[in-house]
């Protein structure tokens, strides 16, 4: 079974701060997303990342950056945190991005910040 | 643009049959998947097509019409457990094979 693991459930930040959400797989995809959870809003992709030390622009990259230096690990960076970055923030990870393969998402960290 | 629509909420009763429609615009189309999502969790996978037609798996079938843009998630026999969040999501072939996601339906089953 796949595993992917954030490393915080919650997390409670002040404006101005820069915070770092991790996310980690274990099972060699080299697909990885960020998400973010809003009511009413679903979820909106912030930046995926096919390979290592390759980065792309989802539809809301704005106020956020991402590091993948290791396969396995895909970090989700807010530069200075804002009240509208506060939200449940989704990692997934995906097989082969053409082929028949789901989204394996982690439990996800609910920020909020003050 | 990238659109895609699904009822915000739809309320059954136990051992019912209830059906989530889901129609989607998109420009580059590789699948389309359905996720469930119980309050508080992540979402899980429920199915997948690609092709049009009716994929069944249990209780749940899952219809697509590429010509339509069109899909539905069909929950049989239902039971309290299924009130959840339904997740309609298309996975594109353009830009970096990324997925997209509609705002979700809140299914609540009563008894």
């Known amino acids: 079974d796949v595993k992917v693991t954030q490393s915080s459930r919650y997390l409670v930040k002040r404006t101005g701060e820069k915070v770092f959400l991790e996310c980690v797989q274990d099972?060699?995809?080299?697909?990885m997303f960020w998400y973010r959870q809003d009511p009413g809003l679903g979820l909106r992709l912030i930046y995926f990342?096919?390979?290592?030390?390759?980065?792309e622009k989802g539809d809301i990259p704005e106020g956020y950056s991402v590091s993948r230096e290791k396969k396995e690990r895909f970090s989700l960076i807010l530069e200075s945190a804002s009240t509208n970055q506060t939200s449940m923030y989704l990692c997934?990870?995906?097989?082969?991005?053409?082929?028949?393969?789901?989204?394996?998402f982690g439990n996800g960290t609910r920020l909020t910040v003050t | 643009g990238q659109n895609i629509d699904q009822p915000t909420e739809m309320t059954a009763t136990e051992g019912a049959i209830v059906q989530i429609n889901c129609t989607y615009q998109?420009?580059?189309?590789?699948?389309l998947f359905w996720y469930q999502q119980h309050a508080g969790e992540a979402p899980t996978f429920l199915s997948y097509?690609?092709?049009?037609g009716l994929e069944e798996k249990g209780r749940f079938s899952s219809f697509l019409s590429r010509s339509k843009g069109y899909s539905y998630l069909l929950l049989k026999e239902l039971q309290m457990k299924d009130s959840a969040s339904y997740l309609c999501?298309?996975?594109?072939?353009?830009?970096?094979?990324?997925?997209?996601f509609g705002a979700g339906t809140r299914l609540f089953v009563k008894a």
């Open positions: 997934a990870s995906k097989g082969e991005p053409g082929s028949y393969s789901p989204l394996h």
């Open positions: 099972m060699d995809h080299e697909n």
């Open positions: 990342s096919y390979d290592v030390k390759m980065k």
């Open positions: 998109t420009s580059g189309f590789n699948g």
């Open positions: 097509n690609v092709l049009d």
């Open positions: 999501a298309v996975s594109l072939n353009t830009g970096g094979f990324k997925t997209i």
